[in-house]
């Protein structure tokens, strides 16, 4: 549920984004001044650290996720019965 959340949010992100550079394409072209050159710059940098970290997110909750799915399956593999395991877990559906 959190994950389909995300992707929603990812989504209307991205929609704005689009929305906000096709205004831009329709606004009037004008220079842009040394000044907000610096500014996108810098709004540049600071989107690259959130996709950064957000990635970051994703390879530890997979590298989680597949430690615990190992787990799961040797305890299948040597004969344990993992249902209990499984049902107190709190996305249990």
Do not use: F
């Not at 929609?15 to 009037?28: D, E, F, H, K």
């Not at 072209?29 to 690259?48: C, F, S």
Request: charged share 30%; proline share 2%; hydrophobic share 40%.
């Amino acid at each position: 549920m959190n994950n389909e959340n995300e992707r929603g949010t990812e989504h209307d992100l991205q929609q704005r984004i689009v929305s906000l550079i096709r205004a831009n394409g329709q606004a009037l072209k004008k220079p842009i001044t040394d000044e907000e050159v610096q500014n996108l710059k810098a709004a540049a940098g600071r989107l690259d650290q959130m996709l950064k970290a957000a990635v970051d997110a994703d390879r530890q909750l997979l590298r989680s996720a597949a430690a615990r799915l190992d787990q799961l399956l040797e305890d299948i593999a040597a004969g344990k019965d993992v249902t209990y395991d499984l049902k107190r877990r709190p996305n249990w559906q």
